[in-house]
């Protein structure tokens, strides 16, 4: 059961000119459910990404970042559920290939204006043919109003459809952001989407849009951790079709910039948000604040040494306030002239740990009202200067163990 | 239930001159176990350790590097369970040093001359009127047949007492080395031990004893993993008594150096693969060799990031051959420049991966052979050199959550 995540109103997810959207149960993996997404674009969409860390990167991940070089304008996004296609070697680069050449020839593009995306198990490889017969019916479906559908036809072992929207208006005109992801395991920073995709009409110029994306990723998608493990096919994509009609933005100091990049903030980090608290056995949703810290790179450190501690996670989960497992996560943080005696540890407004041992007024009962709620923030101060950062994450439990010991069956 | 470990046989431990070893059950914790070891060590034994990388290290890892610094020869070492003593401030210092200062009472020697250790719950004070209530009882039971004793008093979620001997003969006498070690859970190198205490009647001078002792946890404490975490008391000692009368072993390159060193070995990794074997919740024991990497670091850091990787430990509690994920853990370990076209996996005897991908004669079922077994190898080859490196974990089951949800109940 996520927490505190329902599946979006299919009403309140806009429309974004210059974008249409298609699905199809092509049968990828199991009969029966939507596992194929198609998104055409508009010509003269800017259209940015952002990758896995992992070495192992998928072939789609490959694919897309050569197409991405190739600057021939992207018009089109591919998306299977059911096999990662990564693992799979020179046979599987030639089946991503063999998906855009696909969609190239069905949209009236060239394959290098096509982006390919593969969610699943990893190291089978991809049943390319039952793929491609699934492309023409995505494409019949292909319209404005399919947002929920799309973010239905990415999930794997998500268990609530992911769509966020928001509506700006910039130099007069209205402006829609609204996105999608999926993901649940294997899921940390570098990316941690698994896949994700934004996408407003308003206007922005390329290299403006390239960087932003960055930015986006870096406050949302790369902010999140369920269990530690960058997928091999992790992809943000955000896309400005520019159908609008506004003015481009072209410069960084166009104050409608802030406003766009806020709107796009939020849907990436409701986004970002509902994958943890869709975790796979996730019963709790939890913020962790590192303060006080020297840098912010240092401050990341300490947070996600936290949120990986399966010690720390499994006493959440068991709201169990065994609160010196958090402790020790800050010790293993790798920072090396920490000093313990500069610590302050609080969960919600209960102040646990005071200089680096128990506050000598916390109590017991004050620490499990905390954790048996299903949102609880940690806040850590180090006390070594005004660097912060803040990730989010959730307990670790039996059915995590379920769902991961059982995702093939 | 541990993996292919039973308890030691009492008789096969053999005794070490020049150590007692006596016991108390102080409820520290609980009332009616063991949870108090005290051992007293002849005059003139060589001590070396090597503690926690945390750096919220404990009151008694405070205490133990400040005697061994002080040299004044170490002649007693107290642990207690229940309580580790860490993120316990000064008040935890002063409690670790009261207790060094009745043991030196009751032995007749100097506090300094007393090492400190504590292993249990975090953040908690150290009921430390209780164990030195205790400390007369052990006292009164040191004697140099209760290694099997010893063992069973530092237990804390272990479930097998742990303990292993070996006999040696150097220039014609007969030389013992026998040791105890625990620890279950919070357990990853830099040190996994969490305690360790080896003995031998050998005689060592003492730069070259502490020499000896960072190779020996080199090759294994600091092999194993079972949640990535270390804790903040980790502590491996070792000692050499000198009592058995033995011509000082005093130069590196003393032949019989290379035969207690072999020894030494043994009982050390019999002592971190049987902490493995009893990991919390552990079905399976797991062999990680990383080979053909550029460097042994490197080599380790491939093989610990499949040894976390939850992902996998869930694979292998499930006997689930959805190796895919050992590739994306090998993706994960920050090698930049990884080929992933070069990188080979091998399961025990079946061939899996091959340059990146899937082997072509790999089939499920000889996967599925291996993984239902409770001894497993991997081996990755990266093809970037030839350095090399094993390191040992366990696989990650409902146990490990249900272990550590109620761990303090």
Not at 193 to 205: K, N, P, R, S, Y
Request: proline share 5%; glycine share 10%.
């Amino acid at each position: 059961m996520p927490v505190n995540l329902c599946a979006p109103d299919p009403a309140a997810l806009l429309p974004v000119a210059g974008v249409e959207l298609g699905w199809a149960e092509a049968g990828i993996r199991k009969a029966a459910r939507k596992d194929l997404l198609l998104v055409r674009l508009a010509d003269g969409a800017s259209v940015a990404g952002v990758f896995t860390g992992n070495r192992f990167c998928a072939a789609p991940v490959l694919v897309c970042r050569e197409h991405l070089a190739a600057n021939e304008g992207i018009r089109a996004l591919v998306t299977n559920t059911g096999n990662a296609n990564a693992g799979t070697g020179a046979s599987g680069v030639a089946d991503a290939r063999a998906t855009c050449a696909e969609v190239a020839r069905l949209l009236g593009c060239v394959p290098a204006q096509v982006l390919p995306f593969s969610t699943g198990v990893i190291m089978e490889p991809l049943p390319v043919q039952r793929l491609l017969a699934g492309l023409p019916h995505a494409a019949q479906r292909l319209a404005p109003g399919n947002w929920m559908e799309a973010a239905e036809a990415i999930m794997t072992t998500d268990t609530v459809p992911k769509a966020a929207s928001r509506s700006v208006e910039l130099g007069g005109l209205p402006i829609a952001v609204t996105g999608i992801a999926k993901g649940a395991g294997m899921i940390r920073p570098n990316m941690a989407t698994m896949l994700g995709f934004i996408a407003t009409d308003a206007a922005v110029e390329p290299k403006l849009w390239r960087r932003l994306t960055g930015a986006i990723a870096e406050a949302s998608f790369n902010r999140i951790t369920v269990d530690g493990d960058t997928s091999t096919n992790d992809s943000l994509i955000l896309i400005a079709t520019a159908a609008s009609g506004m003015v481009p933005i072209d410069t960084a100091d166009d104050p409608r910039l802030a406003t766009l990049s806020g709107a796009l903030r939020e849907v990436a980090q409701q986004l970002a948000q509902a994958i943890v608290r869709d975790g796979e056995g996730a019963t709790k949703f939890i913020e962790i604040r590192v303060e006080g810290a020297a840098t912010a790179e240092e401050a990341s450190r300490v947070a996600y040494s936290i949120a990986h501690s399966p010690l720390v996670k499994t006493a959440f989960y068991a709201s169990d306030p065994n609160l010196g497992r958090i402790l020790a996560a800050v010790g293993n943080a790798g920072v090396a002239d920490l000093d313990q005696g500069c610590v302050q540890l609080h969960l919600n407004d209960v102040w646990v740990a005071r200089d680096g041992a128990r506050h000598p007024q916390y109590i017991e009962e004050d620490g499990q009202r905390v954790m048996k709620g299903a949102e609880i923030t940690v806040r850590v101060e180090l006390g070594r200067g005004s660097a912060s950062s803040a990730v989010w994450t959730c307990d670790l439990s039996h059915d995590y163990v379920s769902i991961n010991a059982d995702y093939r069956s």
